[in-house]
């Protein structure tokens, strides 16, 4: 079993001091911001174009539904929500510290990006780091 | 080149066929097309087929062994919700290559009980379904709907009126899985299954099966067809340039734009110039999004549209008189072709109560995530 919380997915950083980050790629060649390394450049095609790009935790709702049903054994309801981050990169995830209804949620509200252990393990019995989305401090 | 023409469709009523295989539903509405184009196998030069859920397992050549295995080149093709419409559209070209003079396009999916499509990533790890957001189809139309509720203000009310028109439009098609009147508030009080997709907005999971049969234009002449002959003015496959969102958010909309800005610059026209509209409803969510997309109306105004209901039958633009996705129901590989068989039926002036009377051009448009998109323009055949 790992001594730390395993990231959840590859562009959430866990380093060994510090708090976790998100860090994806943007192309030197057309500036594109992605969150998965890929042979070349989706935007563009430049090959070896890639450097790390650190984003922001801060960003702005673009999107959300409200999920009532699910697949099997996926506790509902939740918020699945989209937020473009300030500085480029768009991220999906659950948002949290809000009503899941409609009316409560503005679309175009400030959000933050904030890091938790994930209340699922994997087999082995690792914790996984995660995040959602919630709506910003005023 | 030769001008490509739709001589002959059909699609079976698609429903729940737990006891037939996949291969006997394509079989029965290539029967279908091939009657209606009064061709047999024997003139059939290429066999298209779509089919999704068992692309690895040769659906032409099944069809072949029961229609007629007579040793002419299959093509089997794959391409999500688009499977259909890039089957079709293969044949086309093998017309317009010059390679051969008539074609069969089959498009068929088993889909009944196969439940919420869609998921949460998987692979190594924990899933992310419920932790990162949702990954069904449902919730990623729902986000892609209210990302147009956060520009132009669309109201729930709006995205469910669309399921109200589509479920109204399948009463008078027999061949549709649902023939129901679902009021407003019945579709606003239906389980809620992704705010604002409620079941009601949900495309119906059916088998199904349509076919077309094509042909060049000396081939229409030479068999005397031209009476029925639709005229395929624009054959177009898209799939999604990158957009800033797309990692997290599949753009269904770009690949629509710019689909349907080469296919009105092929086929020569505008879109005020169609007569009726059989578009990828997935969701109620995603109409509105295509109301704007293929120009039916300018950005923002796809809430007007609603309101005036300007795309129910005897409006101004008829969209999905055949029910749709929502009401006649979505077997992935059929839906492309099961659409131009919509748009072929009215503009032979044969689609009884629902008919859009004196339609002269349609256009049929399907959305495969990954993503893709196909839109035919059909023009009815001349006098």
Redesign the interface.
């Known amino acids: 079993m790992a001594d730390k919380p ?1 990231s ?2 590859p562009y959430l950083k866990v380093p060994d001091a510090g708090d976790p980050y998100l860090e994806g790629y943007r192309c030197g060649e057309c500036n ?5 390394s890929r042979t070349a450049c ?2 563009c095609g430049a090959r070896d174009s890639f450097q790390d790009h650190k984003l922001s935790n801060e960003g702005v709702l ?10 099997p054994g ?3 309801p ?1 918020i ?3 937020a ?1 981050l300030d500085g ?1 990169g ?5 948002m949290t510290g809000i009503e899941a209804d ?1 009316e409560k949620i503005d ?2 509200m400030r959000v933050q990006v904030v890091y938790e252990i ?5 087999g082995e019995g690792n914790e ?1 780091m ?1 995040f959602y989305l919630k709506p910003a401090a005023k | 080149m030769s001008d490509v023409y739709i001589v002959g469709t059909d699609m079976i009523k698609f429903g729940k066929f737990p006891d037939r295989s996949v291969e006997s539903l394509g079989a029965e509405s290539a029967h279908g097309a091939l009657d209606d184009a009064g061709v047999t196998i024997n003139d059939i030069q290429a066999l298209y087929s779509g089919n999704l859920m068992q692309a690895a397992a040769m659906v032409g050549q099944r069809i072949q062994q029961e229609i007629g295995q007579t040793g002419i080149p299959v093509i089997n093709t794959s391409n999500a919700c688009a499977t259909g419409a890039t089957a079709l559209r293969e044949g086309w070209m093998g017309i317009k290559a010059g390679i051969y003079d008539c074609v069969l396009a089959v498009g068929v999916e088993k889909m009944a009980g196969a439940g ?1 499509l869609g ?2 990533g998987g692979g190594k ?10 990954g ?1 189809m ?2 990623v139309f ?3 709907g ?2 147009h ?2 520009d132009y203000g669309t109201t ?1 009310e709006q995205f469910a009126s669309i399921a109200v028109k589509n479920h109204h439009h399948s009463t008078m098609n027999p061949k549709a899985r649902y023939q129901i009147e679902t009021p407003l508030e019945e579709v606003m009080g239906a ?7 409620t079941k009601l907005m949900c495309s119906v999971n059916v088998d199904g099966s349509a076919a077309a049969v094509l042909m060049s234009e000396s081939e229409v002449k030479k068999r005397g067809l031209t009476s029925q002959a639709v005229k395929v003015r624009a054959s177009v496959l898209t799939t999604d340039p ?1 957009t ?2 797309d ?3 599949p753009d269904v909309n770009t690949c629509t734009r710019n689909a349907a800005k080469e296919a009105y610059e092929r086929a020569g026209i505008g879109p005020e110039d169609l007569d009726l509209v059989e578009l990828h409803d997935c969701f109620a969510t995603a109409e509105v999004l295509h109301y704007e997309n293929l120009g039916l109306c300018g950005d923002g105004e796809a809430p007007k549209l609603i309101d005036e209901k300007s795309t129910w039958l005897g409006g101004k633009i008829p969209v999905n008189v055949s029910g749709g996705l929502l009401s006649k129901g979505h077997p992935i590989g059929a839906t492309g072709v099961a659409n131009v068989f919509e748009i072929c039926t009215h503009l032979r002036g044969n689609a009884g109560k629902r008919q859009v009377e004196g339609a002269r051009l349609g256009l049929a448009h399907v959305i495969g995530l990954g993503t893709c998109c196909g839109i035919h323009v059909l023009e009815a055949p001349s006098a």
Do not use: Q
Not at chain 2, 191 to 197: F, K
């Open positions: 395993l959840i997915v594109a911001i992605t969150l998965k989706a935007a673009h999107s959300f539904s409200i999920i009532h049903r699910s697949f996926i506790e509902v939740f699945s929500a989209i473009d480029g768009t991220v999906k995830t659950n409609p679309l175009g994930a209340p699922r393990k994997d996984y995660t | 919420m998921g949460g790890g924990i899933p992310t379904e419920g932790l990162m957001g949702s069904s449902p919730c729902a986000e892609a209210m990302a509720a956060k729930f389980e809620m299954i992704s705010y604002p997709n990158w800033d969102r990692e997290v958010m």
